[in-house]
């Protein structure tokens, strides 16, 4: 039998079930059992709440490209704490005839048998529980810390510093500060607000930008209120919907303000009301013109707005080659619902990744392609003449979920080559991750309605619309300093 070894830990503490050890364990059980090891992937640091895991999804796409025929693991904590994605994964395994087996003779038998699931049910539950233990405890002692007004870590606002645990002023960032707000609150565009802070920066010494605006001027801290856990973004490290936080602290005057109340007001209501007039002003404009492909014949999809006898508009998305010479047949996509799905999915997966990791991955990506670029041209001849095959046999009627899966994860692959080919034949230089990790983390904290569309165009880089009237979204990241998508 051929099978993958899969191990993971959470901390950089190496005990009996650090990497190496489990790693030796499997090793060893696969020996007594006459079973071949033929790949090996491992995560370090990464917590079992969730499957979002280099390694572990590695593992994932070569069981579906058939690569192996087993999944050895040392116990189930080590595959996944959470009981929906284990069985998830247990029931993808079975479905792909992949047998999943703990090196420590845990019983993973016939999830189809009573018995069975419930004996695996008890044992993923303890892990799950234990997690949920270990957090609540460290939530009630971050959150006893919070009612105290101290400082959590992290990179205090700009305006302050830390002291002891305090918020101290600092004078000369708090005249920035202050500059902002007075600017902002006299109806002073973003654009005039950059020309008259030139040479001004951020607390990472970097120079200050738009993105940087509506995170000062929607901090309370300038105020004195502090505040910790105001909104539930995550949960078990997924997405939690970004619903208020029923366990908010919040604490007036225990910071020292920076501005008045007033000048706060004048700025909040400002604020709200470009907010409404983004809002009125996004129902005429089509959120993704340019990013969506035809898969029958290569055109773009166009924006296009139907009114029915009755008055009532549709917007809707047409291959354009459709709309203006009939000679494709594509249907046609609901503007509203791919554009709601496309934001709702987009900010939780902007909530969900390591920034860090992320930006690391991503410009070591582009930055570890070959000086001639004879490998990244020869896959993606490959990786094309697999999505051409792979559309020729839809098309031809072999038409199943697996078949399209992995004609659309060919394609994601399609357009990382040609992204990492177009940016190294520029000659361009390096990729710097800390730019990347700045994108991503200020999409996050900019987000809403008048910066959405910039946050579209920064990481949806196209759009598959499919002849059945489904699509594929690929996402990365855009860094317009560095010419070209990544």
Known sequence: MKAAAYARYSTDRQTENSIAYQLAEIRRYCAAHSIDIVATYTDEGQSGTNTDRAGFQAMVAAARAGAFEAVVIYDISRGSRDVGDWFSFRKSMMYLGIAVISATGQRLGDLTNGQDF????????????????????????????????????????????IRNGEYIINQQEAAIVRQIFEMYAAGKSYDYMLGKLVGATGKRGRPLGKNSFRAILTNE??????????????????????????????????????????????????????KRNATNKAKHNYLLSGLIECEECGANFVGHTTTNSRGYSTRYYVCGNKYRTHTCHAKNINADEIETFVVQNLKAYLL???????????????????A?????KAELAQVT?????????????????????????QRVRKSELEDII????????????????????????????????????????????????????????????????I
């Open 118 to 161: 419930l004996l695996e049910l008890l044992t993923v539950g303890m892990g799950q529980a234990e997690v949920l233990g270990t957090r609540q405890k460290s939530l009630d002692g971050v959150a006893a810390k919070a009612k105290t007004g101290a400082f959590l870590g992290g990179t205090p606002p700009l305006g302050y510093d």
């Open 372 to 376: 001639d670029l004879s490998a990244e």
């Open 221 to 274: 801290r300038y105020i004195g209120v502090y505040t910790w856990n105001k909104r539930q973004y995550k949960l078990l490290r997924k997405w939690a919907g970004g619903k208020p936080n029923p366990d908010v602290v919040r604490i007036e005057d225990v910071i020292p303000p920076i501005i008045d109340e007033g000048l706060w007001e004048r700025v909040q209501e400002r604020m709200k009301d470009n």
């Open 352 to 370: 969900e990744i390591d920034f860090s990791e992320t930006a690391q991955q991503i410009a070591g990506q582009i930055n570890a392609a070959s």
């Open 385 to 409: 003449a697999q999505i051409n095959n792979g559309i020729k046999a839809i098309m031809s009627g072999m038409d199943f979920p697996e078949l399209r899966e992995e004609v659309d994860r």
């Open 422 to 485: 177009r940016r190294r034949s520029a000659d361009r230089p390096e990729v710097d991750p800390a730019a990347i990790e700045q994108l991503l983390r200020d999409s996050v904290e900019q987000w809403d309605e008048e910066h959405l569309p910039e946050i579209i165009r920064q990481h949806v880089t196209k759009i598959y619309a499919h002849t059945d009237g489904t699509y594929t979204v690929n996402v990365g990241v855009h860094l317009s300093g560095c010419g070209g998508r």
